[in-house]
Each structure stands twice: as structure tokens, then as C-alpha cells.
């Protein structure tokens, strides 16, 4: 009797650690499903996400640097005749210089601040940089008329000389200009003439001022600027719709 107790005793022990065993290994199991859903659902998608993030990034910058150094071949060519990856000429160069020098002159004419705020550019009583850059800007483009007639190597330097002297006459009125402002001027007349332009600019620009008034103040501000600045007040952005289809009555007037 005691040696089959025993044995029903050993019996139910074994039973026990089967049932852990199989516990531990349901556990485990369950473990490793849940953990490869997770993956499959949660980690790997957010590794794909990433690693397609990270290939479009390589190939916009890539795509990016390729347009960039495109623009800057189109960019950099003077005339609009420089094709991308062609080195620029010296003749090429200066011509640039001087367009560029054009343009800043040009400004000067037709942006009504720059007219307004810093007129002492166009005063000729300052010869030291007004009319230097009047003479300037004359002597360039004579200089490049004759290259464009005659590229020999004496004209060609005649012309870059010209050019640096225009550009520097330049510089050096934009910097007086821009020190002296809307100071005192030798010549009282031409000081009385910026002056009610400024009033007329200022009139002009306010919000509560009738369409009817602002046109007559357009039209007045173009006959007072233009013996100032000459024909390129009618290139004037803010004075377009007057002297647009409209130059002969104003010439009357």
C-alpha cells in the first residue's frame, strides 16, 4: 500500500511539471506571436517608412545640386548667349560690368525713393560725382559703339578702361548721394524742384487720396521730374498709367 502511494505521489509530480513545462512554453510561444505582430505590423512598416524617406531625400538633394549647377550656367551668361559649362571671355566680362553698371544708373532714373531720398545724384553743381558719372556713363557707351565696330586690342582696352571709370564714378556718387540725402544744394532751383516732387510723391501715395487727385499729381510729377531726369520718367513704375498713351497731352499742358 505505501509503495503505490508513493507512486501515485511521484505521478502527480510529474504531472505538475508537465503542465509548468507546457505553460512556460505557451508563454513563450504567445511571446514570440505577439512580438512578431508587432514587428510586422508596427516595426517593420516604420523601417520601410524611414528607408523610403531616405532615398527620396538622397534623390531630391541629388536632383537639387544638378539643377543648381544648370541655373548657375544659365545665370552667369552675359547677353543671354553663355551656355551652360562655357567659361566666360574677357570681352564677355567687361560687357557684363557695363550692363550691370547700366542697370544701377537706370535705377537711379526710375525709382521714385532713390529719386526722392537721394537727388544730390542728379544735382550738377556736384561735379566731383554727378556729372562725373554723366561723363562717365557717355564715355562707356561711346566706347563700346566703337568695339562693337572695331574689336581690335587698343579698342577692346579703351573700352574696359571706360567701363571701370563708369563704374567707379558710380560708386563713389551712390555713396555721396546716399550720405548727403535730401540735404542743401548749390543750385535753389533744382533743390525747389526735388522738393515739390517729394510733396507731390507724398501726396500721392496716401491711401485717402481721391483717383482724380492722384492722376493730376501723377501728371504734375512727371513735368516736374522730367527736366531733372529727362525721357526716362516716363519709365517711372508709378507714373505708367499716365504716360502711357497719354505723353502728347501731358506735352501740351
Not at 136 to 155: G, I, L
Not at 205 to 214: A, E, F, G, L, W
Request: net charge negative; with cysteine.
Amino acid at each position: 500500500m505505501k509503495l503505490v502511494a508513493g507512486s501515485e505521489r511521484l505521478s502527480g509530480n510529474e504531472s505538475l511539471e508537465e503542465i509548468f513545462q507546457d505553460a512556460v512554453v505557451d508563454w513563450l510561444l504567445t511571446s514570440l506571436s505577439m512580438f512578431g505582430l508587432l514587428f510586422v505590423k508596427v516595426i517593420l512598416p516604420i523601417c520601410l517608412a524611414w528607408a523610403v524617406l531616405i532615398w527620396m531625400l538622397r534623390v531630391i538633394t541629388s536632383f537639387g545640386r544638378g539643377t543648381e549647377g544648370r541655373t548657375v550656367g544659365r545665370a552667369s551668361a552675359p547677353l543671354g548667349h553663355m551656355e551652360s559649362g562655357q567659361k566666360w571671355s574677357p570681352m564677355d566680362i567687361i560687357v557684363a560690368r557695363h550692363d550691370a553698371a547700366r542697370k544701377r544708373w537706370s535705377q537711379w532714373h526710375t525709382d521714385l525713393d532713390l529719386l526722392i531720398e537721394f537727388p544730390a545724384i542728379h544735382d550738377v553743381t556736384n561735379e566731383e560725382f554727378a556729372v562725373r558719372i554723366i561723363d562717365a556713363a557717355e564715355a562707356a557707351e561711346q566706347a563700346r559703339e566703337k568695339w562693337e565696330a572695331d574689336s581690335s586690342e587698343s579698342v577692346i582696352t579703351a573700352y574696359e578702361l571706360a567701363v571701370d571709370e563708369f563704374d567707379e564714378a558710380l560708386r563713389t556718387g551712390e555713396k555721396q548721394a546716399r550720405l548727403l540725402g535730401r540735404g542743401p544744394s548749390l543750385d535753389p532751383v533744382f533743390k525747389r524742384v526735388m522738393d515739390d516732387a517729394a510733396h507731390l510723391v507724398e501726396v500721392m501715395r496716401r491711401i485717402d487720396t481721391p483717383n482724380d487727385d492722384r492722376f493730376r499729381l501723377m501728371r504734375a510729377l512727371y513735368k516736374t521730374l522730367k527736366p531733372i531726369i529727362g525721357e526716362e520718367t516716363a519709365q517711372i513704375p508709378e507714373l505708367q498709367l499716365v504716360t502711357m498713351g497719354r505723353l502728347t497731352t501731358l506735352e501740351s499742358d
